[in-house]
């Protein structure tokens, strides 16, 4: 069975910083391309950040400069920081996993987790 868990979401204040952790069980983690997407209420599910197996990475451009994505493949995780949160930074944010990356950019993943919800406060 195919488990995507995140965690290390939270409420923070405006500037600060987060780091969202996603830890994937049931499959090869080391050949699938990750993903984090993030839904604000009200809105479309949007990808934030996406990392291939080889390590290449595309980021949306509004959290370029800002968020970093990586993968520790020997601990099945992917990670998100966050760094100069901003208001509109608030969503539940969301990891996905595939063995295709136009699947991942298009948010087809086959596999996603529950969400983890960030809250910043201006």
């Known amino acids: 069975q195919v488990q995507l868990v995140e965690s290390g979401g939270g409420l923070v204040q405006a500037g600060g910083s987060l780091r969202l952790s996603c830890v994937a069980s049931?499959?090869?983690?080391?050949?699938?391309?990750m993903g984090w997407y993030r839904q604000a209420p009200g809105k479309q599910r949007e990808l934030v950040a996406a990392?291939?197996?080889?390590?290449?990475?595309n980021y949306a451009d509004s959290v370029k400069g800002r968020f970093t994505i990586s993968r520790d493949n020997a601990k099945n995780t992917v990670y998100l920081q966050l760094n100069s949160l901003k208001s509109e930074d608030t969503a539940v944010y969301y990891c996905?996993?595939?063995?295709?990356?136009?699947?991942?950019?298009?948010?087809?993943?086959?596999?996603w987790g529950q969400g983890t919800q960030v809250t910043v406060s201006s």
């Open positions: 996905t996993a595939d063995r295709i990356w136009g699947s991942i950019l298009r948010g087809a993943g086959d596999n």
């Open positions: 049931g499959i090869d983690f080391s050949i699938n391309h």
């Open positions: 990392i291939t197996r080889g390590g290449s990475i």
